[in-house]
């Protein structure tokens, strides 16, 4: 329990010692401690490794719309002091769970859309007190649900699909760092996009200049478009999505850089040992690997560890001699240690070295609780790539 009073929002079901009063799926409980101190509350799920995630700490407080309203106003508010939305910048991350107070809730804005995605019973059971505070606090056009079917099926609810508010739509509009979006609702990843990204695409953009990039994992494009506008002598996207591929092409036509940008089908892994193997400028100055989550779990920390590794061994073999690798982590199990590790495997299996230079983390929208390091998922290397 010691993690809970130093502020961990999370109670394990190996830390609980006795429950009373028959508590049912989605109530709210009290958690106290053997002495009866009163440690928080929240949303109860039985079975559940984590059967209560505390949304308030004091024992006064109730769990109710003005709750949900003033933690809204408060993300809001967090959002304004990083500068967020600004001048070409109209996506961001809006509600980060734990790390503004409302665990099983992730909100991420589109211009005048949100998108919400419930991962707990507890939120599921107050979807409409949410849309009612998220209507009075933001005013939006429309609310689309893209709630994981995965956490659904865990915490035993339906999961909810498409527009659940406001007018219909069939797409997702906004800007990022002045690239003009549109993405169609049924382009199947999280919300819709990467928003955590957006830093490391800054850099990626400032690092591109002169430069043969691939973008591999590229889903619609966002680090292509960022070595484009960095001034790029050529950008490679390779994604094994046809529809993500296609969706990217047309991102660019619309940003004018259709004739910058290669977009190309086809398995990143497979690309990544072609480019190895091809003779006479098959390789690229900068390798930008993003891959999907390899370790959902603690349980599979291991396993994603060898995957992180082969991964980089190959993204190595694709770099010419003093270039550039971004190799990314979206792995919550993984921390930026093993990544380096991880790196450092693959480098010397490829027979060269990595030399990281710069570590990128999720941007200052996904704020995380400092008593809350599983908060901080996703983790970047940049490193330079040269002979042993």
Known sequence: MQPVWAGHPWVYAQAIDQIE??????????????RGNFLGRGFYTPGSSIPVRLLVRDATTRIDLDLFRTRIRRAVALR????LP???TSGYRLIHAEGDGLPGLIVDRFGDALVIQISTFGMKAREGTLIEAL??????RTIIDRSPANAAKIENFVPGSGVIYGEPTTTLDFEEREV????????GQKTGFYFDQR????????????RRVLDAYSYVGSFSFAA?????REVTAVDDSAVAIEVGAEIARANGFENRIAFTKADARRFLLEAHEKKGGGRYDLVIVDPPRFAPSRGSRDQALTAYAKTAEMACHAVEPDGLLVICSCSAAVDIGMLTRALAMGALRANVQATVLE????????????????????????ARVSAR
């Open 135 to 140: 209507v009075s606090e933001l005013a939006p």
């Open 21 to 34: 009063g028959g508590p049912l799926r989605g109530d709210e409980v009290e958690v106290v401690d053997p």
């Open 86 to 88: 600004s001048k070409g």
């Open 80 to 83: 304004t002091s990083i500068g």
């Open 228 to 232: 484009a506008r960095g001034g790029a």
């Open 199 to 210: 830093a490391l695409r800054g850099r990626v953009e400032q690092l591109a200049h002169g």
């Open 359 to 382: 570590r990128y983390f999720q941007g200052a929208d996904h704020p995380v609780l400092a008593a809350f390091p599983e908060g901080l998922y996703l983790k970047a290397l940049i």
């Open 180 to 187: 003009v979006y549109r993405l169609p609702l049924d382009l």
